[in-house]
C-alpha cells in the first residue's frame, strides 16, 4: 500500500519562498507519475503542478508557471515544490498525489490518481 505525508507547509509573507515535501513509503507501481493540488478556503481542490516518473515531464497551472517548480528524488522516495513569489492567493491546503494510467505520463484530472497525502498548509500574509 502506498502512503503519501506532506511537509514543510507554514505561514509566510508575500513575496517568500518556500519548499513542500511529499515523502512515499511502500512500493509504487511502474510509471507513477505525482502531482500537487491545492484547496484554498471555500473553493474546490485544483491541479498545480505534475511530474512524470523519470521528471522529464512537467506541467503546470497557468496561475503558478514560473513561479512554482516540481521536482522528485526517486532514490529518496520524495517528491517536491519549491513555491516562489509567493502571493496570498496561493494561500491553501497543498496536497500530494500519485496515480499510474497505461499511456498516461502527466495528468492534471485528480481521477487519474489514486493515492493522496493529508495536506499540508501554506498561508501567505499580505
Known amino acids: 500500500q502506498v502512503q503519501l505525508a506532506e511537509s514543510g507547509g507554514r505561514l509566510v509573507q508575500a513575496g517568500d519562498s518556500l519548499r513542500v515535501s511529499c515523502t512515499v513509503s511502500?512500493?509504487?507501481?511502474?510509471?507513477?507519475?505525482m502531482g500537487w493540488f491545492r484547496q484554498a478556503p471555500g473553493k474546490e481542490r485544483e491541479f498545480v503542478a505534475v511530474i512524470s516518473w523519470s521528471g522529464t515531464f512537467a506541467r503546470y497551472v497557468d496561475s503558478v508557471k514560473g513561479r512554482f517548480t516540481i521536482s522528485r528524488d526517486n532514490a529518496k522516495n520524495t517528491l517536491y515544490l519549491q513555491l516562489n513569489s509567493l502571493k496570498p492567493e496561493d494561500t491553501a491546503v497543498y496536497y500530494c498525489a500519485g496515480g499510474t494510467r497505461d499511456g498516461v505520463i502527466t495528468a492534471t484530472t485528480q481521477r487519474l490518481y489514486d493515492y493522496w497525502g493529508q495536506g499540508t498548509q501554506v498561508t501567505v500574509s499580505s
Open positions: 511502500g512500493r509504487t507501481p511502474s510509471n507513477f507519475y
